[in-house]
């Protein structure tokens, strides 16, 4: 009932000019026949992908002129017979329209149902249904790059060659289990451990790209650290273009970390501004101390500040490092790159800076994205597809072992499973239900 009953939705937020609100399902025309009056005639009788011009009645009188765009089933975004009804953005307009649509027989949504529906009908699987939260909520261009590849089956078409080596793998296999008495062996056991091998190489791979991918989704983490008074919150607001950090000549002001973002070339940065190190007696500036080496850990780059011309210690830590050394206005020093990972720069006149800019957005490797690879930055998707690796080890450590093919066979269904996970073959109510209570409603 719930997955074939016709469901309503705003499908756009406050503001604007036009709202659109969604309705689908089997009474999707019926419903929407019952509020709307058309000179072109009934939304039932209409040909997919037409619009109607006409009025939505509020009892006898009219609440808006309206466009109601009509998908006929299967070729809509559930699947289903739907209706999208564009009214003027009036909050008093929409809330009406959605209460006259379930008065004349549908139910509100629920959140990502919409999408849940796309779902179940087969319109996408479930890493494409995650990739539509992700374009939606996406805030840069390399963001956006991996939503879209996700959303138009990339990720999809990279698990669905996996699953088809390894149900051949399986099947095999399995055949030689019907024929256990008579000792033969259908799956070339060399075969197979190349053909694993090269399995557990991609997964690997895909499980890799996460790093990147969750830097890009989430922001790159940049810490800015140094002394104190070298510039570093200076630095941040010239990076931001705005005065969010406190800027003082007291040493030890900057005691929170602050964590502000902007976007170079398409990717998105979080800068955390970090309280200067030095050894010092006041519990206080102790605390952002420690907050800070906090942030040098988190961070997938490193800012390391200090004034040209001074000397400064060399940090150690895993991430990449940045030097940076700044007053070059102070000591004349020209300013720009002067190594690979070297700038010199003046945060208070700007001088410097776009090349510290274009040094920060070398360290992200985009190159393989622009070109289309699969990246992945979903935390579900690598949770399944580690678990996946380590199955498909456990698979080549049974061949060595020279276990038997139901064993063997047994480890493959494992890694079928993982992978299954990710695009919703194998799924439970529960993990979809999890998934989809993180959409927005009407989406
Ligand atoms: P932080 O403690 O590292 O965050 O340092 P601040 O950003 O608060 O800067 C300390 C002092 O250095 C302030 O008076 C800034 O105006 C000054 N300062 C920062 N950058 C430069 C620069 O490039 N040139 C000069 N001359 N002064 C700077």
Redesign the pocket.
């Known amino acids: 009932m719930r997955r074939t009953d016709t469901i309503v939705a705003p499908a756009t937020g406050q503001g604007g000019a036009i709202a659109v609100v969604r309705v689908s399902g089997a009474e999707a025309f019926d419903v929407t026949d019952r509020v709307f009056r058309s000179r072109r005639g009934r939304v039932a009788d209409a040909e997919g992908y037409t619009i109607l011009y006409g009025r939505v009645m509020d009892g006898e009188s009219v609440l808006d002129d309206v466009l109601v765009s009509v998908f006929r089933a299967p070729h809509s975004y559930t699947g289903e017979n739907s209706v999208e009804i564009s009214c003027h953005a009036s909050t008093y307009i929409v809330s009406r329209l959605v209460a006259l649509l379930i008065d004349a027989g549908a139910r509100a949504a629920t959140a990502g149902e919409f999408t849940q529906r796309a779902f179940v009908n087969g319109k996408m699987d479930l890493s494409q249904a995650e990739a539509v939260a992700d374009m939606i909520a996406s805030a840069s261009e390399a963001d956006h790059r991996i939503a879209m590849n996700q959303m138009r089956g990339g990720f999809s078409r990279d698990l669905a060659e996996l699953r088809a080596e390894l149900l051949n793998i399986t099947s095999l296999l399995e055949l030689e289990l019907d024929f256990s008495e008579e000792d033969v062996e259908f799956a070339d056991r060399s075969a197979m451990r190349q053909l694993l091998e090269r399995i557990d190489t991609r997964i690997h791979t895909l499980a890799e790209s996460f790093r990147l991918g969750n830097a890009i989704k989430n922001g790159v983490a940049v810490a ?1 650290v ?12 010239r990076l931001l273009n705005d005065d969010r ?5 007291v ?4 005691r929170d970390v602050i964590e502000e973002s902007c976007t170079i070339d398409g990717v998105r940065f979080r800068f955390m ?1 970090t309280a ?1 190190i030095r050894a010092t007696d006041d519990r206080l500036e102790q605390m952002g101390i420690d907050r800070t080496h906090g942030a040098i850990e988190r961070a997938d780059v490193v800012l390391h ?1 200090s004034v040209a011309g001074e000397e400064c210690e060399m940090l150690e830590c895993d991430a990449p490092v940045i030097r940076v050394f ?5 000591c004349g020093v020209e300013s720009g790159r002067v190594a690979e990972q070297t700038v010199v ?5 700007g ?1 410097g800076v776009d090349a510290l800019r274009a040094v920060l957005r070398e360290v992200v490797d985009t190159s393989g994205l622009e070109q289309g690879a699969t990246v992945v930055s979903n935390m579900r998707h690598y949770a399944a597809l580690r678990a996946a690796e380590t199955s498909v080890e456990a698979c080549l450590r049974g061949l060595e072992l020279n276990l038997t093919s139901d064993m063997l066979s047994e480890d493959v269904r494992e890694v079928l499973f993982h992978l299954g996970e990710i695009t919703g073959e194998i799924t439970t109510d529960e993990t979809l239900g999890n998934i989809f209570a993180n959409f927005c409603i009407g989406k």
């Open positions: 800015i140094g002394a104190p008074n070298v510039g570093k919150s200076t630095l941040l607001n950090a406190m800027v003082s000549d040493a030890g002001t900057t501004d200067g500040l700044n007053k070059a206005d102070r720069i003046s945060a208070k006149t001088a």
